[in-house]
């Protein structure tokens, strides 16, 4: 029995071999799929998203039927076949720049959420000693002209009497804007 070796190709007659026909051409079946599942993913997020966060990423009509109907679907197998074809009608779109406007809208969610949690605690440190609003007042030039004075000492004497009313929850809605504006106001570069 006469073997070729594995490093030589075995030529046949009439078939002359050529190098270039050993190289894959494409993506094989696995990565295919790991794309197609991380593409599933991406509309798994888009369904959890309300309709309002989906208007500003432009999404083809088609797209956003499939996503509509896959929040209707309850039954597991209907829900996994839909989730299926919004992954192959996510290979139509551009899924990084869906992904990227995705990132920048959860990282402005975690800052705003940052900003109330500040905002409670600004709220609770100037309730319990009310002469640090001029240490409120020096970090956040903007709250000078918002008049917090009164609506602190309000939210005071409603915390005296162990209540928390209007005025306590103004004073944070108040504190809260001033920290929004803080944090996302965008400084003038023309100047």
Not at 17 to 32: A, F, H, L
Not at 94 to 104: G, K, M, T, Y
Not at 123 to 145: C, G, K, M, T, V
Not at 173 to 180: F, G, P, Q, Y
């Amino acid at each position: 029995m006469n073997r070729h070796p594995r490093s030589q190709p075995v030529l046949t007659a009439g078939v002359q071999y050529n190098e270039d026909d050993d190289v894959d051409t494409g993506p094989s079946k696995s990565q295919r799929k790991r794309d197609m599942h991380v593409l599933q993913e991406l509309g798994e997020r888009l369904v959890s998203l309300p309709p309002s966060r989906l208007e500003p990423l432009q999404l083809p009509e088609n797209l956003l039927d499939a996503i509509a109907l896959a929040r209707k679907i309850t039954a597991h197998e209907g829900r996994r076949r839909q989730m299926q074809f919004i992954g192959k009608l996510m290979r139509q779109v551009d899924a990084d720049a869906i992904r990227a406007e995705l990132d920048v809208d959860d990282d402005r969610h975690r800052a705003e959420t940052a900003v109330m949690h500040a905002a409670e605690r600004w709220r609770d440190a100037l309730i319990a000693q009310p002469e640090r609003l001029s240490e409120f007042l020096q970090r956040h030039p903007a709250a000078i002209n918002r008049n917090l004075h009164p609506m602190l000492r309000s939210a005071c004497t409603e915390h005296s009497r162990s209540q928390r009313g209007r005025h306590y929850r103004e004073l944070y809605r108040e504190i809260r804007d001033i920290l929004l504006a803080d944090t996302f106001d965008e400084p003038d570069t023309d100047q």
